[in-house]
Protein backbone atom coordinates (compact mmCIF):
# COMPACT_ATOMS: atom_id res chain seq x y z
CA UNK A 1 0.00 0.00 0.00
CA UNK A 2 0.80 3.51 -0.49
CA UNK A 3 0.69 5.30 3.22
CA UNK A 4 1.01 8.83 4.32
CA UNK A 5 1.63 9.66 8.18
CA UNK A 6 1.69 13.12 9.21
CA UNK A 7 4.24 13.61 11.93
CA UNK A 8 7.58 12.26 12.79
CA UNK A 9 7.18 12.34 16.61
CA UNK A 10 7.47 9.08 18.21
CA UNK A 11 3.88 7.49 17.41
CA UNK A 12 4.33 9.16 13.54
CA UNK A 13 7.85 7.53 12.73
CA UNK A 14 7.02 4.66 14.96
CA UNK A 15 4.46 3.91 12.61
CA UNK A 16 6.21 4.91 9.57
CA UNK A 17 9.25 2.79 10.20
CA UNK A 18 7.33 -0.40 10.70
CA UNK A 19 4.82 -0.02 7.78
CA UNK A 20 7.71 0.43 5.73
CA UNK A 21 9.19 -2.68 7.17
CA UNK A 22 6.18 -4.61 6.65
CA UNK A 23 6.59 -3.61 2.84
CA UNK A 24 3.96 -0.79 2.17
CA UNK A 25 5.72 2.63 0.79
CA UNK A 26 5.34 5.27 3.56
CA UNK A 27 6.09 8.94 3.21
CA UNK A 28 6.39 10.89 6.35
CA UNK A 29 5.14 14.56 6.49
CA UNK A 30 6.47 17.18 9.07
CA UNK A 31 6.73 21.25 8.76
CA UNK A 32 10.16 21.08 10.53
CA UNK A 33 12.35 21.30 7.87
CA UNK A 34 15.50 20.16 9.71
CA UNK A 35 13.98 17.14 11.35
CA UNK A 36 13.12 16.05 7.73
CA UNK A 37 16.47 16.99 6.56
CA UNK A 38 17.98 14.67 9.33
CA UNK A 39 15.39 11.74 8.75
CA UNK A 40 16.20 11.87 5.27
CA UNK A 41 19.85 10.94 6.30
CA UNK A 42 19.00 8.27 8.40
CA UNK A 43 19.28 10.32 11.42
CA UNK A 44 15.78 10.14 14.06
CA UNK A 45 15.98 12.97 16.32
CA UNK A 46 14.48 11.08 19.47
CA UNK A 47 16.07 7.71 20.78
CA UNK A 48 14.02 4.62 20.95
CA UNK A 49 15.56 1.05 20.72
CA UNK A 50 15.69 -0.09 17.34
CA UNK A 51 14.38 2.84 15.58
CA UNK A 52 17.42 4.31 13.90
CA UNK A 53 18.59 1.05 12.33
CA UNK A 54 14.54 0.33 11.21
CA UNK A 55 15.17 3.98 9.72
CA UNK A 56 18.27 3.33 7.90
CA UNK A 57 17.45 0.59 6.38
CA UNK A 58 13.97 1.60 4.65
CA UNK A 59 15.35 5.03 3.39
CA UNK A 60 18.08 2.90 1.75
CA UNK A 61 15.28 0.74 0.39
CA UNK A 62 13.34 3.49 -0.49
CA UNK A 63 10.02 2.24 1.21
CA UNK A 64 10.35 5.40 3.40
CA UNK A 65 10.24 8.88 2.69
CA UNK A 66 10.36 12.27 3.96
CA UNK A 67 8.46 15.08 2.88
CA UNK A 68 7.63 18.93 4.10
CA UNK A 69 5.32 19.02 0.92
CA UNK A 70 1.51 18.86 2.14
CA UNK A 71 0.92 19.01 -1.39
CA UNK A 72 2.96 15.97 -1.82
CA UNK A 73 2.10 13.67 1.37
CA UNK A 74 -1.99 13.92 0.41
CA UNK A 75 -0.98 12.89 -3.17
CA UNK A 76 1.25 10.07 -2.02
CA UNK A 77 -1.17 7.72 0.00
CA UNK A 78 -4.56 6.21 0.11
CA UNK A 79 -4.59 5.78 4.00
CA UNK A 80 -3.76 9.52 5.55
CA UNK A 81 -2.47 8.91 8.99
CA UNK A 82 -2.75 11.92 11.60
CA UNK A 83 -0.30 11.55 14.09
CA UNK A 84 1.19 14.84 15.26
CA UNK A 85 1.05 15.94 18.93
CA UNK A 86 -2.19 17.10 21.01
CA UNK A 87 -0.35 18.66 23.78
CA UNK A 88 -2.57 19.61 26.57
CA UNK A 89 -4.20 22.96 26.41
CA UNK A 90 -4.39 25.52 29.45
CA UNK A 91 -7.39 23.48 31.24
CA UNK A 92 -5.88 20.23 30.60
CA UNK A 93 -7.75 19.50 27.44
CA UNK A 94 -6.26 17.90 24.33
CA UNK A 95 -5.08 21.16 21.92
CA UNK A 96 -6.43 20.15 18.34
CA UNK A 97 -4.70 22.66 16.77
CA UNK A 98 -2.61 20.37 14.63
CA UNK A 99 -4.87 17.39 14.27
CA UNK A 100 -7.08 20.20 12.51
CA UNK A 101 -4.68 21.78 10.82
CA UNK A 102 -3.54 18.11 9.30
CA UNK A 103 -7.27 17.88 8.19
CA UNK A 104 -7.92 21.30 6.68
CA UNK A 105 -4.53 20.36 4.98
CA UNK A 106 -5.95 17.46 3.38
CA UNK A 107 -9.11 18.79 2.12
CA UNK A 108 -6.94 21.50 0.43
CA UNK A 109 -4.89 19.42 -1.69
CA UNK A 110 -6.71 15.82 -1.64
CA UNK A 111 -8.20 15.02 -5.67
CA UNK A 112 -9.51 11.30 -5.04
CA UNK A 113 -10.87 9.32 -2.00
CA UNK A 114 -8.56 9.10 1.11
CA UNK A 115 -9.10 7.65 4.38
CA UNK A 116 -8.04 9.49 6.94
CA UNK A 117 -6.88 7.84 10.30
CA UNK A 118 -6.88 9.85 13.98
CA UNK A 119 -3.79 8.04 14.77
CA UNK A 120 -2.93 10.40 17.47
CA UNK A 121 -4.50 10.66 20.90
CA UNK A 122 -7.83 12.73 20.61
CA UNK A 123 -10.78 13.17 22.66
CA UNK A 124 -14.15 11.26 21.64
CA UNK A 125 -15.87 13.69 18.92
CA UNK A 126 -12.21 14.54 17.39
CA UNK A 127 -13.35 12.45 14.20
CA UNK A 128 -16.34 14.39 13.51
CA UNK A 129 -14.51 17.52 13.78
CA UNK A 130 -12.13 15.72 11.97
CA UNK A 131 -14.67 15.25 9.20
CA UNK A 132 -16.09 18.41 9.49
CA UNK A 133 -12.68 20.23 8.60
CA UNK A 134 -11.84 18.51 5.50
CA UNK A 135 -15.75 18.73 4.54
CA UNK A 136 -15.60 22.53 4.86
CA UNK A 137 -12.11 23.19 3.05
CA UNK A 138 -13.59 20.68 0.30
CA UNK A 139 -16.84 23.11 0.30
CA UNK A 140 -14.36 25.86 0.32
CA UNK A 141 -12.54 24.68 -2.97
CA UNK A 142 -16.22 24.00 -4.50
CA UNK A 143 -15.19 20.34 -5.50
CA UNK A 144 -16.71 16.85 -3.87
CA UNK A 145 -14.78 14.07 -3.25
CA UNK A 146 -15.84 10.71 -1.09
CA UNK A 147 -13.38 10.20 1.91
CA UNK A 148 -13.66 8.29 5.24
CA UNK A 149 -12.69 9.09 9.04
CA UNK A 150 -11.64 6.66 11.07
CA UNK A 151 -9.94 6.37 14.52
CA UNK A 152 -6.86 3.89 15.21
CA UNK A 153 -5.29 4.40 18.18
CA UNK A 154 -2.07 3.89 19.23
CA UNK A 155 -0.84 1.61 22.63
CA UNK A 156 2.97 2.08 22.16
CA UNK A 157 5.09 2.53 25.24
CA UNK A 158 7.95 5.07 24.60
CA UNK A 159 11.15 2.56 25.03
CA UNK A 160 9.02 -1.15 23.41
CA UNK A 161 7.46 1.05 20.77
CA UNK A 162 8.83 -0.87 18.09
CA UNK A 163 7.74 -4.33 20.12
CA UNK A 164 4.29 -3.08 20.96
CA UNK A 165 3.86 -2.21 16.81
CA UNK A 166 4.88 -5.15 15.70
CA UNK A 167 3.94 -7.42 18.75
CA UNK A 168 0.82 -6.08 20.24
CA UNK A 169 -1.83 -7.07 21.81
CA UNK A 170 -5.09 -5.77 19.57
CA UNK A 171 -5.06 -3.23 16.53
CA UNK A 172 -8.13 -0.78 17.21
CA UNK A 173 -10.10 0.39 14.35
CA UNK A 174 -13.26 2.74 14.78
CA UNK A 175 -15.14 3.00 11.60
CA UNK A 176 -18.72 1.68 10.67
CA UNK A 177 -17.31 2.19 6.49
CA UNK A 178 -16.56 -1.59 4.98
CA UNK A 179 -14.27 -0.29 2.39
CA UNK A 180 -12.45 1.42 5.55
CA UNK A 181 -12.38 -1.95 7.78
CA UNK A 182 -10.94 -3.46 4.16
CA UNK A 183 -8.12 -0.84 3.83
CA UNK A 184 -6.88 -1.03 7.35
CA UNK A 185 -6.85 -5.40 7.37
CA UNK A 186 -4.47 -4.89 4.77
CA UNK A 187 -2.76 -2.07 6.37
CA UNK A 188 -2.18 -4.22 9.03
CA UNK A 189 -1.95 -7.92 7.58
CA UNK A 190 1.68 -8.30 8.50
CA UNK A 191 0.97 -8.24 11.80
CA UNK A 192 -2.48 -9.42 12.03
CA UNK A 193 -1.42 -13.36 10.54
CA UNK A 194 -0.82 -15.66 13.88
CA UNK A 195 -3.70 -14.31 15.63
CA UNK A 196 -6.74 -11.60 15.01
CA UNK A 197 -5.66 -8.65 16.62
CA UNK A 198 -7.59 -6.08 14.54
CA UNK A 199 -10.61 -4.73 16.58
CA UNK A 200 -13.61 -2.75 14.69
CA UNK A 201 -15.84 -0.69 16.69
CA UNK A 202 -17.56 2.70 16.42
CA UNK A 203 -15.63 5.74 16.28
CA UNK A 204 -15.87 6.97 19.47
CA UNK A 205 -15.83 3.81 21.47
CA UNK A 206 -12.00 3.62 19.61
CA UNK A 207 -11.41 7.37 20.87
CA UNK A 208 -12.56 6.60 24.34
CA UNK A 209 -10.58 3.04 24.30
CA UNK A 210 -6.98 4.63 24.17
CA UNK A 211 -7.83 7.36 27.22
CA UNK A 212 -9.73 4.74 29.19
CA UNK A 213 -6.43 2.25 28.76
CA UNK A 214 -3.82 4.86 29.84
CA UNK A 215 -6.31 6.13 32.85
CA UNK A 216 -6.51 2.60 33.85
CA UNK A 217 -2.63 2.24 33.93
CA UNK A 218 -2.14 5.46 35.68
CA UNK A 219 -4.98 4.55 38.37
CA UNK A 220 -2.97 1.66 38.75
CA UNK A 221 0.12 3.09 39.70
CA UNK A 222 -0.79 5.69 41.51
CA UNK A 223 -3.29 3.21 43.80
CA UNK A 224 0.00 1.72 44.23
CA UNK A 225 1.84 4.59 45.48
CA UNK A 226 -1.07 5.78 48.13
CA UNK A 227 -0.68 2.28 49.41
CA UNK A 228 2.79 2.55 49.59
CA UNK A 229 2.57 6.19 51.53
CA UNK A 230 0.10 4.20 54.02
CA UNK A 231 3.13 1.70 54.54
CA UNK A 232 5.66 3.71 55.39
CA UNK A 233 3.09 4.87 58.20
CA UNK A 234 1.96 1.19 59.45
CA UNK A 235 5.56 -0.29 59.21
CA UNK A 236 4.59 -2.25 56.48
CA UNK A 237 7.41 -3.12 53.04
CA UNK A 238 5.48 -2.17 49.91
CA UNK A 239 7.50 -4.48 48.26
CA UNK A 240 5.95 -7.26 50.08
CA UNK A 241 2.46 -5.77 49.75
CA UNK A 242 3.17 -5.58 45.90
CA UNK A 243 3.81 -9.39 46.04
CA UNK A 244 1.63 -10.58 47.94
CA UNK A 245 -1.53 -8.62 45.66
CA UNK A 246 0.44 -9.73 42.21
CA UNK A 247 -0.30 -13.40 42.72
CA UNK A 248 -3.88 -12.39 42.81
CA UNK A 249 -4.41 -13.44 38.96
CA UNK A 250 -7.36 -10.74 38.66
CA UNK A 251 -4.83 -7.93 39.33
CA UNK A 252 -1.21 -8.71 38.38
CA UNK A 253 2.14 -7.89 38.60
CA UNK A 254 1.68 -5.25 36.03
CA UNK A 255 2.01 -1.55 36.66
CA UNK A 256 1.91 -2.27 40.36
CA UNK A 257 5.67 -0.99 41.37
CA UNK A 258 5.17 2.17 43.81
CA UNK A 259 8.19 5.52 42.74
CA UNK A 260 8.12 8.84 42.84
CA UNK A 261 5.14 9.50 40.31
CA UNK A 262 4.34 8.43 36.91
CA UNK A 263 5.19 11.10 33.52
CA UNK A 264 5.72 10.87 30.09
CA UNK A 265 3.92 12.16 26.73
CA UNK A 266 0.98 10.36 27.56
CA UNK A 267 -0.57 9.47 31.31
CA UNK A 268 -0.42 12.61 32.60
CA UNK A 269 -1.77 14.62 29.21
CA UNK A 270 -4.55 11.59 28.84
CA UNK A 271 -5.49 11.53 32.63
CA UNK A 272 -6.13 15.56 32.80
CA UNK A 273 -7.60 15.16 29.35
CA UNK A 274 -10.28 12.69 30.15
CA UNK A 275 -11.06 14.36 33.23
CA UNK A 276 -12.09 17.73 31.26
CA UNK A 277 -13.75 15.79 28.45
CA UNK A 278 -16.20 14.32 31.94
CA UNK A 279 -16.40 17.56 33.23
CA UNK A 280 -17.92 19.25 29.78
CA UNK A 281 -20.41 16.88 29.28
CA UNK A 282 -21.58 17.81 33.23
CA UNK A 283 -19.71 14.45 35.22
CA UNK A 284 -17.58 14.78 38.12
CA UNK A 285 -15.29 12.68 37.46
CA UNK A 286 -13.76 11.91 41.36
CA UNK A 287 -11.60 8.86 40.32
CA UNK A 288 -9.63 10.31 37.47
CA UNK A 289 -9.32 13.53 39.72
CA UNK A 290 -7.63 11.40 42.20
CA UNK A 291 -5.61 9.53 40.31
CA UNK A 292 -3.81 13.06 39.24
CA UNK A 293 -3.90 14.63 42.44
CA UNK A 294 -1.79 11.49 43.96
CA UNK A 295 0.69 11.57 41.07
CA UNK A 296 1.36 15.60 41.54
CA UNK A 297 1.77 14.62 45.50
CA UNK A 298 4.16 11.81 44.80
CA UNK A 299 6.50 13.53 42.20
CA UNK A 300 7.20 15.80 45.68
CA UNK A 301 8.27 12.38 47.83
CA UNK A 302 12.20 12.51 46.87
CA UNK A 303 12.38 16.25 47.43
CA UNK A 304 10.39 15.49 51.14
CA UNK A 305 12.87 12.68 51.53
CA UNK A 306 15.92 14.66 51.21
CA UNK A 307 14.49 17.56 53.30
CA UNK A 308 13.45 14.77 56.35
CA UNK A 309 16.92 12.95 55.60
CA UNK A 310 18.59 16.81 56.46
CA UNK A 311 16.10 18.39 58.62
CA UNK A 312 15.39 21.01 55.60
CA UNK A 313 18.25 22.49 55.95
CA UNK A 314 19.39 21.67 52.10
CA UNK A 315 20.45 25.18 50.71
CA UNK A 316 24.21 24.63 49.67
CA UNK A 317 23.61 20.66 49.25
CA UNK A 318 25.27 19.32 46.54
CA UNK A 319 22.53 15.97 45.03
CA UNK A 320 23.55 13.37 42.59
CA UNK A 321 20.96 12.67 40.63
CA UNK A 322 20.58 9.16 38.63
CA UNK A 323 18.23 9.19 35.94
CA UNK A 324 16.81 12.21 34.04
CA UNK A 325 14.32 10.53 31.68
CA UNK A 326 10.51 9.48 32.80
CA UNK A 327 11.45 5.97 32.49
CA UNK A 328 13.98 3.64 31.24
CA UNK A 329 15.14 3.18 27.08
CA UNK A 330 13.91 6.65 26.56
CA UNK A 331 15.30 9.91 26.51
CA UNK A 332 11.72 11.68 27.08
CA UNK A 333 11.77 14.03 30.24
CA UNK A 334 8.04 15.45 29.55
CA UNK A 335 6.77 15.42 33.20
CA UNK A 336 9.36 13.39 34.49
CA UNK A 337 10.14 13.10 38.22
CA UNK A 338 13.48 14.67 37.93
CA UNK A 339 12.44 17.95 36.68
CA UNK A 340 10.19 18.38 40.12
CA UNK A 341 12.85 17.44 42.03
CA UNK A 342 15.48 19.41 40.15
CA UNK A 343 13.79 22.59 40.27
CA UNK A 344 12.58 21.72 43.98
CA UNK A 345 16.29 21.46 44.83
CA UNK A 346 17.16 24.76 42.74
CA UNK A 347 14.50 26.86 44.73
CA UNK A 348 15.73 25.46 47.75
CA UNK A 349 19.19 26.41 47.19
CA UNK A 350 21.19 23.32 46.67
CA UNK A 351 23.28 21.94 43.01
CA UNK A 352 22.72 19.08 41.23
CA UNK A 353 25.17 16.90 39.54
CA UNK A 354 22.76 14.54 37.04
CA UNK A 355 23.62 11.50 35.39
CA UNK A 356 21.47 9.63 32.79
CA UNK A 357 22.56 7.06 29.93
CA UNK A 358 20.04 8.66 26.99
CA UNK A 359 18.66 11.99 27.97
CA UNK A 360 21.31 14.20 28.85
CA UNK A 361 21.13 16.43 25.76
CA UNK A 362 17.49 16.55 26.42
CA UNK A 363 18.07 18.26 29.97
CA UNK A 364 20.44 20.56 28.18
CA UNK A 365 17.86 21.10 25.49
CA UNK A 366 15.46 21.70 28.66
CA UNK A 367 17.87 23.67 31.03
CA UNK A 368 20.94 25.48 29.32
CA UNK A 369 23.57 26.20 30.88
CA UNK A 370 23.11 26.64 34.45
CA UNK A 371 25.87 27.21 37.44
CA UNK A 372 23.46 25.29 40.08
CA UNK A 373 23.37 22.01 37.21
CA UNK A 374 26.42 19.78 35.96
CA UNK A 375 25.83 17.10 33.65
CA UNK A 376 28.15 14.69 34.07
CA UNK A 377 29.63 11.61 32.08
CA UNK A 378 28.50 8.52 34.13
CA UNK A 379 27.04 7.67 37.55
CA UNK A 380 30.22 7.27 39.39
CA UNK A 381 31.07 10.93 38.44
CA UNK A 382 27.62 12.15 39.30
CA UNK A 383 28.88 10.95 43.35
CA UNK A 384 31.68 13.60 43.47
CA UNK A 385 31.52 15.99 45.78
CA UNK A 386 27.78 15.21 46.25
CA UNK A 387 25.87 15.14 49.79
CA UNK A 388 23.63 12.45 48.52
CA UNK A 389 22.11 10.47 46.00
CA UNK A 390 18.55 10.19 44.42
CA UNK A 391 17.33 7.37 41.68
CA UNK A 392 15.17 8.95 40.04
CA UNK A 393 14.84 6.18 36.86
CA UNK A 394 15.29 2.55 37.06
CA UNK A 395 17.94 2.06 34.40
CA UNK A 396 19.50 -1.38 34.62
CA UNK A 397 23.20 0.02 35.23
CA UNK A 398 21.87 1.56 38.31
CA UNK A 399 20.43 -2.07 40.22
CA UNK A 400 23.94 -3.24 40.53
CA UNK A 401 26.46 -1.00 43.13
CA UNK A 402 29.02 -1.46 45.30
CA UNK A 403 27.43 0.35 48.59
CA UNK A 404 30.66 1.07 50.30
CA UNK A 405 31.89 2.73 47.66
CA UNK A 406 28.89 5.01 48.07
CA UNK A 407 29.27 4.94 51.75
CA UNK A 408 32.93 5.92 51.00
CA UNK A 409 32.21 8.55 47.78
CA UNK A 410 28.93 10.83 49.04
CA UNK A 411 29.55 13.31 51.54
CA UNK A 412 26.86 11.98 53.55
CA UNK A 413 25.71 8.55 53.12
CA UNK A 414 22.10 9.43 51.94
CA UNK A 415 20.39 7.50 49.37
CA UNK A 416 16.79 8.66 48.34
CA UNK A 417 15.45 5.77 45.70
CA UNK A 418 12.78 6.88 44.29
CA UNK A 419 12.11 3.37 42.33
CA UNK A 420 13.21 0.98 44.99
CA UNK A 421 15.75 -0.87 43.38
CA UNK A 422 17.61 -2.23 46.52
CA UNK A 423 16.89 -4.26 49.55
CA UNK A 424 16.78 -1.85 52.57
CA UNK A 425 18.85 -4.25 55.20
CA UNK A 426 21.76 -4.76 52.42
CA UNK A 427 21.90 -0.69 52.15
CA UNK A 428 21.98 -0.05 56.00
CA UNK A 429 24.31 -2.51 56.53
CA UNK A 430 27.04 -0.98 54.61
CA UNK A 431 26.21 2.43 56.57
CA UNK A 432 24.39 4.03 54.52
CA UNK A 433 20.95 5.80 55.26
CA UNK A 434 18.13 4.94 53.18
CA UNK A 435 14.76 6.81 52.30
CA UNK A 436 12.63 4.44 49.38
CA UNK A 437 9.18 4.41 48.84
CA UNK A 438 7.01 2.20 50.82
CA UNK A 439 9.49 0.47 52.86
CA UNK A 440 10.60 1.87 56.16
CA UNK A 441 13.41 4.83 55.88
CA UNK A 442 15.96 5.37 57.92
CA UNK A 443 16.45 8.01 60.43
CA UNK A 444 17.35 11.98 59.49
CA UNK A 445 20.93 13.09 59.96
CA UNK A 446 20.59 14.38 63.45
CA UNK A 447 19.04 10.80 64.45
CA UNK A 448 16.12 11.61 65.23
CA UNK A 449 13.08 9.72 63.65
CA UNK A 450 12.07 9.77 60.00
CA UNK A 451 8.53 9.54 60.46
Known sequence: MRITIFGTGYVGLVTGACLADAG?????????EQKVARLKQGEIPIYEPGLETLVTENVGQQRLLFTTDAAEAVAFGTLQFIAVGTPPDEDGSADLQYVLA???????HMDEYKVVVDKSTVPVGTADRVHEAISGTLGERGVALDFDVCSNPEFLKEGAAIEDFTHGARIVVGTDSEQVKTLMRECYAPYNRRVEKLMFMDVRSAELTKYAANAMLATKISFMNEIANLAERLG??????????GSDPRIGYHFIYPGCGYGGSCFPKDVQALARTASQ???DPQLLNAVEAVNDRQKSTLFDKLGQAFDGQLDGKTVAVWGLAFKPNTDDMRAAPSRHLMEALWAAGAKVRAYDPEAMEECRRIYGERADLTLVG?????????????????WKSFRTVDFGHLQRTLRTPVIVDGR?????????????LYFAVGRGDSLRISGRPAH
Open 24 to 32: HDVMCMDID
Open 102 to 108: VAKAIGQ
Open 236 to 245: ADIEQVRRGI
Open 281 to 283: IGY
Open 378 to 394: GRDEALQEADALVICTE
Open 420 to 432: NLFEPEQVRAAGL
